[in-house]
């Protein structure tokens, strides 16, 4: 039982746990805003968003405004966004597929969307911040397409889909290192390799816009398709019977998935085990329902991805450590725990 069941379920627990999250959310933001090689107190930090937003006109020391507002505020809230699209892909392909493992970079399409972005970075197809994302977003879509070849081929147990995502996440791996091991030079071949572990380094402004854009219209899609996910998960011939139209719910939601996937990748490399816990964190917390679930999924997915950012950069003095090795220190153990839980019983 969850703990939304122990409370009635209803829209009252759901607003005070999205109203408690938005709080941890905005004290986590200012708190990565805040930290870096050159701290800023908190009330500064509150001063120079509040001057860049046009509310107050204190002074303040223009380089701490110019490190909050331009570099520090920015890449905090592109790690917010980016863990909430990432639960929320989590989210839906668990549901699709139903499969509790089901998750972007388990499926093979962080993997595909890290190798359309570097063909473009790499080898040059196409220029600019559009061509890094179409790059990325066919990438990602080469990699479902991969994954349902695979699936559909295999008739050995119910986690084919997932072994699948494995093949296809090996496979692409595979050619995103051939590409820059022989395309590029040594610098080139280490700056790639660093972003496709993770980093929120190089954000700025433009891609909070875009990811703001993608988010929200990814999770007004899921949200108007919520009763729809709700029958995925007593199997397609189910949803059928119940009047869902599969097939054309199914790409549309595919859809949505590899559009978060790709803008995200694109931006800020292949980030795991995001869409893994999360949405388990949240199923337990407001229940199963895809009405609750997908808007807890992203406030919590926001948090989630701002505490590690947080990490990433206090865990080694003076250095930055990939983003996607701190998930993958959280994830790869929840990993195993729910590959333990899923056992066969005997």
Known sequence: MTRADDAGGGAGWLALFLTLALVVLAFAVALATAIGDYRIGLGTVFLAVTNGLGLTGAEIPPIEASIVWDLRLSRALVAALAGAGLALCGAILQALLRNALAEPFVLGVSAGASTGAVCVIVLGIGAGGLSLSMGAFAGAFAAFALVALLSNGATSG???????????????????????????????????????????????????????????????????????????????????????????????????????????????????????????????????????????????????????????????????????????????PFFAIILYRSRPRT
């Open 158 to 332: 119910p986690n084919h889909t997932i072994l699948a995502g494995v093949a296809a996440s090996q496979l692409f791996n595979a050619l995103t290192s051939y590409i820059v091991t022989t395309s590029g030079n040594a610098q080139q071949a280490r700056d790639v390799m660093f972003w496709l572990l993770g980093s929120f380094g190089g954000v700025r402004w433009p891609d909070v816009y875009l990811l703001v854009l993608v988010v929200a219209l990814s999770l007004a899609i899921c949200l108007w398709m919520a009763r729809s996910l709700d029958a995925f998960t007593f199997g397609d011939e189910d949803a059928a019977a119940l009047g869902v139209p599969v097939a054309r719910v199914r790409l549309i939601l595919f859809g949505v998935t590899a559009l978060l996937t790709a803008s995200i990748v694109s931006m800020v490399g292949a980030i795991g085990f995001v869409g893994l816990v999360v949405p388990h964190a949240a199923r337990y917390v407001v229940g199963p329902m895809h009405m609750r679930l997908l808007p807890a999924c992203t406030a919590v997915g926001a948090v989630f991805m701002v505490l590690a950012d947080i990490v990433s950069r206090v865990i080694v003095s003076q250095q930055t450590v990939p983003i996607g090795v701190v998930t993958a220190l959280v994830g790869v």
